[in-house]
Nanobody, 118 residues
Framework: QVQLVESGGGLVQPGGSLRLSCAASGIIFSIYDMGWYRQAPGKQRELVASVTSGGSTNYADSVKGRFTISRDNAKKTVYLQMNSLQPEDTAVYSC????????????WGKGTLVTVSS
């Protein structure tokens, strides 16, 4: 059974930092591209950051220079370090695992809430 379990969300003041973690099980983690998405109230889900199986990273323009995605294949975990958080970063952050070759596999975690407020 595939599971992606996010942790690390919470309430933080503007300008603060959080580190999100997503622990995977039931998949060969190292071959999956991993991503962090977020969905704010009343808005569509958007890609925040991604890291390929080869280690290449990509970021939404709104978080470049503030957020850093990384992965630890030995721990089957992907991280999202979020610095200089702003109220507009408030959202449910979800982890995604994607593998596409001769077949396609795509999995989602349930998400963790990040609230940026004073």
């Amino acid at each position: 059974q595939v599971q992606l379990v996010e942790s690390g969300g919470g309430l933080v003041q503007p300008g603060g930092s959080l580190r999100l973690s997503c622990a995977a099980s039931g998949i060969i983690f190292s071959i999956y591209d991993m991503g962090w998405y977020r969905q704010a109230p009343g808005k569509q889900r958007e890609l925040v950051a991604s890291v390929t199986s080869g280690g290449s990273t990509n970021y939404a323009d709104s978080v470049k220079g503030r957020f850093t995605i990384s992965r630890d294949n030995a721990k089957k975990t992907v991280y999202l370090q979020m610095n200089s958080l702003q109220p507009e970063d408030t959202a449910v952050y979800s982890c995604n695992a994607n593998f596409r070759a001769t077949s396609w596999r795509n999995y989602w975690g349930k998400g963790t809430l990040v609230t940026v407020s004073s």
